[in-house]
């Protein structure tokens, strides 16, 4: 993430380098080409920012999402699972939005779906 980070300012040394130096040299007679080619710097770095933001950011978060779904999707009473709140226990029903988990002296408990966060060997 650091190397990202370092990227993303030599990037922006470059660009602001870039933009310094045709400030400095600007003898274009055309001020609309001027206008359009003082903003490219900025337009260049607003999209590497958004593809480094989207990188690292929105796509890891929906491929866990989807891990997530492809999880809960899967499980069948018998799976042995692991909660957030860190109870280990077998699925002995499971509704649209809860799941009835057995623990290991029988007691039965009511969870959220949501809340299974693991499925462990037996």
């Known amino acids: 993430m650091s190397r ?4 993303c300012g030599v990037l922006l040394l470059v660009l602001s380098g870039a933009a310094w130096a045709q400030e400095v040299e600007g ?5 609309t080409a001027t206008g359009i080619s003082s903003y490219l710097p900025l337009i260049i770095l607003l999209v ?5 933001f989207y990188f690292m950011l929105i796509r890891p978060q929906r491929k ?11 499980l069948k009473r ?6 957030a709140g860190g109870i280990i226990a077998e699925i002995d029903s ?10 290991e002296e029988g007691a039965k408990l ?5 809340s299974v966060v693991r499925k462990l060997d037996k």
């Not at 990202?4 to 990227?7: M, R």
């Not at 003898?27 to 001020?31: A, E, F, G, L, V």
């Open 4 to 7: 990202a980070f370092v990227a």
């Open 27 to 31: 003898t274009s007679t055309s001020t």
């Open 48 to 52: 590497a920012f958004g593809l480094i």
């Open 64 to 74: 866990r999402q989807q891990e997530m779904n492809n999880l809960l999707a899967g």
């Open 78 to 83: 018998g799976d042995k699972v692991m909660t």
């Open 94 to 103: 499971i509704g649209d939005t809860s799941v009835v988990l057995i623990l």
């Open 110 to 114: 009511r969870m959220a779906k949501a």
